[in-house]
């Protein structure tokens, strides 16, 4: 029986080619198991096309808020867009910024992630226990800080492993190379966050104290 499951997602996907390349040496060197992919960048094509069939990818909505009539047609569109650039559907869904949290939000992403029976990233207790009562999938926990430029150093990698619980957790990290053509503040912290990830300490923790490297999908419901 599987005591302790971790599902570690690289963000941004297609918004940089630069942040592309990152997220797949994360994949392949390290410890990122899924991605979520933005699809109205000009790169979105190039990255859901040529990311490996082995890294799980799913859709990272962009959606307003203040625009609740026009979210759940926004979030089909950007499923069909989706489909269309990889060939196949997402493994799950989150939001850019968790715009997907949001209360005005939240009602359509259920809806459509039940209907498509895709699980979606939960950020605390609350949010699992909205979703879920409406029969969409999601982890038993989560570790991310966003507002942390970068969270994941290697110090606070090590510790967030050491205290996983038992359940399946996602991880949310920003691996990447500093962007190249996309304008953010948010660029060198993604070299450090890659190199964390493909650290083989943290690959050694893992191993040593048997925890599982997953895919979205062993989200429990």
Not at 48 to 56: D, F, N
Not at 113 to 137: F, Y
Not at 210 to 221: D, H, K, N, T
Request: with cysteine.
């Amino acid at each position: 029986m599987i005591r302790r499951a971790l599902i570690v997602n690289a963000d941004d996907l297609g918004y940089d080619p630069a942040i592309d390349r990152g997220i797949v040496e994360a994949h392949r060197r390290g410890l990122v198991t899924s991605a979520t992919a933005m699809v109205d960048t000009p790169f979105a094509a190039a990255a859901l096309a040529e990311a490996p069939s082995t890294l799980a990818i799913g859709l990272h909505l962009v959606l307003d808020p203040a625009r609740a009539d026009e979210v759940a047609g926004e979030i089909e569109r950007q499923l069909e867009r989706f489909r269309a650039l990889r060939g196949s559907a997402p493994t799950h869904l989150d939001g850019h910024k968790h715009a997907h949290a949001h209360p005005s939000v939240l009602p359509a992403v259920a809806r459509a992630a039940r209907a498509a029976a895709l699980p979606v990233r939960a950020l605390d207790g609350p949010m699992r226990a909205v979703l879920r009562a409406q029969g969409v999938r999601t982890t038993d926990h989560f570790l991310g800080d966003a507002a942390l430029r970068p969270c994941w150093t290697l110090e606070r990698l090590l510790a967030a492993i050491e205290g996983l619980e038992e359940g399946t957790t996602e991880l949310m990290a920003h691996p990447g190379y500093r962007p190249e053509r996309a304008r953010t503040s948010f660029g060198v912290e993604r070299e450090i966050e890659l190199a964390s990830l493909c650290d083989p300490r943290a690959r050694a923790l893992i191993e040593r104290a048997e925890i599982v490297l997953a895919r979205p999908g062993a989200a429990s419901p």
